[in-house]
């Protein structure tokens, strides 16, 4: 044991790697092919796609192909982008509520008064956490500008460009709630409590994309808050993350038009290989989503 550290694996060259995926019983028609991928993959991160088709005794299901799992990734990838571009427009719709409805009612450094926000509040951290990020963009132009022009007064709206989505939904949490209630009505029609949770749960599933993780066969952390007029229970797959991202999504014909299109075209581009059920939907997933 050297430097303290416990022992860990030693690494495998790119020919160590195939031999073992062959070992556990993975058909490698095209051998370039797969040591192109693993030079440009990290092993580490496709082992968990491979373990999907895992069985007793550490051997892959009978018929598992490096080809198909990799279609599994490439799948994975694609959903996870157009998952963040879905995601994206959440997050630039509930900016522009929160600060709006924000700096009409206290101010436009309303946000600086601690008096503004719920009694669990930290302000002091939430000052400090403004203050990081006023110094780690520097170099925007955003931020060059209100230092010039206004001696680094940043109005909600401008500052609140700079938050993370994390940050922006426990901007959210930390409201009173009579204003979370008047936004949670304004901008989505739910209630409040449900969007203060579902606004966690999603920016749990921006990191997870983000972040590269895999979504196929795989759960998430946290079960959404029941929504009042859904009958069937939520869990933690990934479909019910997307149930309730698409009762915070903006726009209802964008939602059908696009983002419901693309997946439905995805799902079907790569239908011979997925599993529906290791993504949580069901078979009417189209007609509830639409």
């Not at 879905?86 to 309303?110: D, P, Q, T």
């Not at 449900?194 to 599933?205: F, G, N, Y």
């Not at 419901?260 to 290989?273: A, K, N, S």
Request: charge should be negative; hydrophobic fraction near 35%; proline fraction near 3%.
């Amino acid at each position: 044991m050297a430097n303290g550290y416990k022992s860990v694996k030693n690494p495998a060259t790119i020919k160590a790697q195939l031999e073992k995926l062959k070992s556990r019983g993975c058909i490698i028609e095209d051998e370039d092919r797969a040591r192109f991928v693993l030079e440009n993959i990290n092993y580490y991160r496709l082992v968990h796609y491979f373990s999907v088709f895992l069985e007793n005794k550490g051997r892959y299901r009978k018929g598992t192909t490096f080809d198909n799992v990799m279609r599994i990734y490439d799948f994975d990838r694609l959903l996870r982008s157009l998952l963040l571009t879905a995601l994206e427009e959440v997050e630039i719709s509930l900016r522009a509520h929160v600060s709006n409805y924000h700096a009409l009612k206290y101010g436009a450094l309303g946000y600086l008064n601690d008096s503004c926000f719920d009694v669990h509040h930290n302000h002091k951290f939430f000052t400090s956490k403004i203050d990081r990020l006023v110094e780690s963009n520097t170099g925007e132009e955003l931020v060059t500008h209100h230092m010039r022009k206004y001696g680094g007064a940043f109005p909600l709206w401008v500052i609140m460009e700079l938050f993370s989505f994390g940050m922006l939904n426990t901007f959210y949490s930390d409201l009173k709630t009579d204003d979370k209630k008047a936004i949670a009505d304004k901008a989505f029609g739910i209630p409040y409590r449900c969007v203060e949770d579902w606004l966690h749960r999603l920016s749990d599933l921006r990191n997870m994309c983000a972040h590269y993780n895999r979504l196929y066969a795989n759960s998430m952390e946290n079960i959404p808050k029941q929504p009042p007029d859904y009958d069937r229970p939520l869990t933690d797959s990934l479909y019910d993350h997307i149930i309730i991202l698409k009762r915070l999504y903006p726009r209802d014909d964008t939602w059908r038009n696009t983002f419901v299109m693309r997946l439905e075209m995805l799902i079907m581009e790569y239908d011979d290989v997925i599993e529906l059920e290791h993504i949580g939907f069901p078979e009417n997933w189209r007609e509830e989503l639409a």
